[in-house]
């Protein structure tokens, strides 16, 4: 018995990783992070430059000239202006609609519940470049060619977020919560806003960021449903470094002013985002 009751060694101690986890960590950060400094260092250098072997790994003095260059070749202003609209209004149609969806599928009972949540899944299946040529003759037949609507409404609900909120819901939201809401007497649109929408909040910001870096990097939809006189940042970056050789300066100059605001809607949403998937990760 004195054996059993006996607490281990390492009951109630801190782990450490030691040397080989900052090594293995401090590995995974470089990689990580390389591609992004190589834009920065590209951006800043010209072509010729680039060509060499090896190449230089430190940031040039030509960022603000290829900026310049980025500015007269392409609109990008108005092609971050149009991707902030586009990104911006499917992130928030998604992120609504399918929180509302996943809340219906985890904690409301309906006939056909099983059914319709299979289905929804199931479309996850299906690759999107099947429906483009109906998707494209629907928005022709709306004369919504070369409008910004076109592209956004196609992406104001996701099968993925559907999922993704049920999930998450499933395991945060217990069913004490709606039940007293229901003894006094609340409605389950005010069960949604005063319960669900609180409680649902770090998971709805890494649905938002998902959803906004894959509105934001979507290149196949746009082209088609978008001209180059109101274009997406990734429509307008390839009008960018044409000529008999491709500027690859100009190029990555480009590139990184489209992901600047990507990286600042991680820093706005980043303590929410980590708060979900620890959240997450406890409950699991």
Do not use: H
Request: hydrophobic share 55%.
């Amino acid at each position: 018995m004195t054996a059993l009751a006996r607490p281990s060694s390492g009951a109630g101690k801190t782990m450490t990783g030691g040397w080989f986890a900052y090594l293995v960590l401090g590995f995974a950060l470089l990689i990580s992070a390389f591609p992004f400094y190589w834009t920065i260092v590209a951006a800043s250098r010209s072509n010729a430059d680039l060509a060499r072997v090896p190449p230089s790994l430190l940031p040039g003095p030509n960022l603000v000239k290829n900026f310049e260059a980025v500015l007269e070749e392409a609109d990008i202003g108005k092609a971050l202006l149009n991707s902030l609209i586009v990104s911006g209004a499917i992130t928030v149609g998604t992120v609504l609609s399918c929180t509302l969806a996943g809340f219906a599928f985890a904690k409301l009972r309906f006939r056909g519940r099983g059914a319709l949540l299979t289905l929804t899944i199931g479309t996850m299946m299906i690759p999107p470049q099947l429906g483009v040529i109906p998707l494209f003759m629907l928005i022709a037949e709306l004369q919504w060619v070369n409008q910004l609507q076109a592209v956004i409404l196609p992406g104001l609900v996701s099968a993925f977020g559907v999922f993704f909120m049920r999930q998450y819901l499933v395991q945060s939201l217990p069913d004490e919560l709606i039940e007293a809401a229901r003894v006094d007497g609340a409605s389950t649109a005010r069960v949604f806003w005063s319960i669900v929408i609180p409680i649902a909040r770090p998971g709805m910001a890494v649905l938002g960021m998902l959803t906004f870096m894959t509105a934001w990097n979507d290149f196949f939809w746009p082209v088609i449903a978008l001209s180059s006189q109101e274009p997406t940042v990734q429509v307008a970056l390839r009008q960018l470094g044409g000529g008999y050789v491709n500027d690859q300066s100009v190029i990555m100059a480009g590139t990184l002013l489209g992901t600047l605001p990507v990286l600042l809607v991680f820093g706005l949403l980043g303590r929410q985002i980590v708060g979900g998937i620890m959240q997450g990760a406890v409950k699991g």
